[in-house]
């Protein structure tokens, strides 16, 4: 129970750094680094600091030749896929937006589950899953912010349900990793490989990004999204998912809005009209359909 416990925490801990990050990478974005570049930087510094971690931290066993076909496809769905489309998303569209979007991920890893883990089919969960599309859907048609406009709102929220979507797949692909192996023997991998993929993507906006002009305010952002939002946030997921389940783990997710929202008003980074706040309450009335069990009168789950 007490490392039940512990993993809770640290997803609580990842869950609370994303809700700013929201905020803080698009302070860099587009006007710094360009989102595409800004992956390339982000990868690069994770993948070497993963590896000295491993290095110096952990000698774990080694991994099965057949494991790094799961490894390079978790390195797809959860570094490339996922981060190209939510930074991209993410200078186009507001914080709160994206965090709102986001919280979508519990709902996706249920459809994943149902098709990959085989996991039982409710008329319960499967009005949750509508209920929580349809506020996905008002806020990428809909979404837009009275004060702050960004280039193409709907495009943005789009790409971010795309990275929502990916990360859900990439919970479920990795889950049977954390079972065989402890996570800095394969994390190293994942970003290794996910390094390659996203170069070609940030090569070019990374070498036109010019660094001497970066104020010490936009060095310790990127500073916060490379060692907190990445590092620390994926070893504390990945301990999370070795002693929980990849649904339990999505569902702190759901407190990235209220923490974004927070945070964002707090910094005048964004603002809240009442079609941002239907939205949100679609998603939270279907992830709430989807994640939580309800007992029958004799005890039994559904």
């Known amino acids: 129970m007490q490392s039940r416990n512990i993993a809770i925490i640290a997803a609580l801990i990842a869950t609370s750094i994303y809700g700013i990050t929201f905020t ?32 110096l931290l952990f000698k774990g066993k080694k991994i099965d030749s057949k494991d790094f076909i799961r490894i390079f496809a978790a390195a797809m769905f959860g570094v490339a896929i996922n981060m190209l489309s939510f930074f991209k998303g993410l200078s186009y569209t507001t914080p709160i937006n994206a965090a709102v979007i986001m919280a979508t991920a519990p709902i996706m890893v249920f459809v994943f589950s149902i098709f990959i883990l ?23 048609l809909y979404g837009k912010s009275s004060d702050i406009v960004g280039e193409n709102i709907a495009l943005g929220n789009s790409l971010v349900f795309l990275n929502a979507t990916s990360y859900s797949l990439y919970l479920i692909i990795v889950k049977k990793l954390t079972e065989k192996y402890h996570p800095l023997t394969f994390v190293k991998w994942i970003y290794l490989f996910g390094f390659f993929l996203v170069l070609p993507f940030g090569y070019q906006e990374f070498s036109e990004v010019k660094w001497h002009t970066l104020t010490f305010d936009i060095w310790w952002k990127i500073g916060f999204v490379v060692v907190l939002s990445t590092v620390v946030t994926y070893l504390f997921n990945l301990f999370a998912l070795t002693k929980l389940k990849p649904t339990t783990v999505s569902i702190f997710i759901y407190l990235q809005p209220v923490i974004a929202t927070i945070y964002a008003l707090s910094v005048g980074s964004d603002s809240l009209n009442m079609v941002k706040i239907i939205a949100t309450v679609c998603i939270f009335i279907g992830i709430y359909l989807v994640s939580v069990k309800f007992k029958k009168r004799k005890g039994a789950l559904q």
């Open 24 to 55: 803080v990478a698009k302070d860099v974005m587009p006007l710094h680094i360009k989102p595409f570049g800004f992956i390339a930087v982000r990868v690069g510094v994770a993948t070497i600091l993963f590896w000295i971690l491993s290095s």
């Open 118 to 140: 085989k996991e039982k089919v409710l008329a319960r969960k499967v009005l949750g899953i509508a209920v929580g599309l349809i506020g996905t859907l008002i806020l990428i």
